[in-house]
């Protein structure tokens, strides 16, 4: 305890206290829930500083590793988180901060949230969720008919029947992506005469059954690294997951893919999935999902599409034909988080065949009795939130019409974006936007125009630079804090395949204009031009080999 500072007391009676007795409304924290609930974005605006502080000046205020001793005041504890961890959090709700997948919340998502909080409904089981459960397997029905589009009295059928699942809410898309490869692995290596299946004895037992010398999973090479995890807990090894090349709009090449089944094949290895991503976390392009569900057939293995990102484009009637061909897919990856503006915590995937997730199933006595309608029989998690009550009331309030809005401006706006960098001297284009998400990079226009008639090593020596100052750019504008844009690193084909750094832009905020898009390229040749050290270092080599 630092002298001066207030101390509460410890007992029961205080503690009692804290269950049941409301912070007052002028309170610091009742004062925080009114400015929160009045105006978030003005409170953010006032309270989140992006500053740049360098992290390890930031550790030095978590530090101590001892549980306090000594109890604080609600209020008193509210300022210290004020100080030292909201003035310091990354200003995701920001028009300005157009680098990531996750970003701004619509207002209404804050008090429900509370409320959601406040309930505590555990989804494990219906002791402890009752109507939430129902809901669940409404949204769930919901999203599902946003993919498969089957027919009210399949809906009618499945929806809420005990032992069915049309699929399972989760976290995100990492445990989505994970929970379809687990459903697939099983039913795969199902029981059969003597063996009990891969579930009670082991992948070991299951592939001596079943004679294969291996499992494989193909994906493009632009895949989510999610889905190595989930090799890696599955048994399979990361080293299972193949990577297949991608063409130059970095999409998977079916050739190939099919080509990689049948070498598999030949060489006793099952293919167990085959994984489309619909919407690339790092260029958002959709891979051919109809051709590739016919090699899935034609090698009868699982077709998984990871649509974590790009799946809420299917609420657009403009733009869903994107994803043509995911209705044929067995299982499919949505995050609510990403697209559909739902607070983290929200991801989900849904089946094709209600019947398939049976192949996870587990029962306990206590819980998830045989033949109950408990949601935790058919997922990997156990506690879980109500999180579905966010996603339902966002589908309410926004609706399939208004999230088609909201869709259609971000995929239109990343188009603007796109044209005013192409029509600027000083940027590149790297990869067009196919939904929101786009890359560039800075390279002056003398640059390009060297570069355009150089060989490949001359621009491999050249990118060298170039990505030193991509990067510079980045980190500057990030520390100035008036804007964000994120940044990866990316193969380009006009470069000989050779991965060069980009900046990757994701414009999911409906408030972004078309003016702070033009302000972040402004900011963007400011950097560049009073870069003292890489811009010049760029010039000098074209000088040079001129
Ligand atoms: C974000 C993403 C994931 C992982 O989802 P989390 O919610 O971060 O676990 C998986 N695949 C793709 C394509 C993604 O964009």
Redesign the pocket.
Known sequence: MTAGKRAAEVSLESMHRIFTIPEAPDSTLGRIEKEISENLAGFLGNHIVATEQALTEIEKDFAGASIPEQPAFVSDHTHHLLDKLVSRSVHTSSPSFIGH?TSALPHFLLPLSKLMVGLNQNLVKIETSKAFTPLERQVLGMMHRLVYRDSDDFYQSWMHSANHSLGAFC?????A?LTALWVARNNMLKADGDFKGVAREGLFNALKHYGYDGLAILVSDRG?Y?LKKSADVLGLGQDSVIAIPTDEYNRIDCMQLAAKCQELTDNNIRVLSIVG?A???ETGNIDPLADMAAIAQQFKCHFHV?A??GGATLLSNKYRDLLAGIEQADSV?I?A??QMYVPMGA?LVVFKNPSSVAAIEHHAEYILRKGSKDLGSHTLEGSRPGMAMLVYASLHIISRPGYELLINQAIEKAKYFAKIIREHSEFELVTEPELCLLTYRYVPSQVQAFMAGADVETNQALNKVIDKLTKHIQKTQREAGKSFVSRTRIEVQKYGGEKVLVFRVVLANPLTTEEILHDVLTEQVEVAQSSIKFLPELLAKIGNSN
Do not use: E, R
Request: charged share 15%; no cysteine; net charge negative.
């Open positions: 997948m976290s995100g898309g990492t445990v992506n989510h999610s991503v919407g690339t976390t990871d974590a990102w990856t995050d988080h990403k991801g």
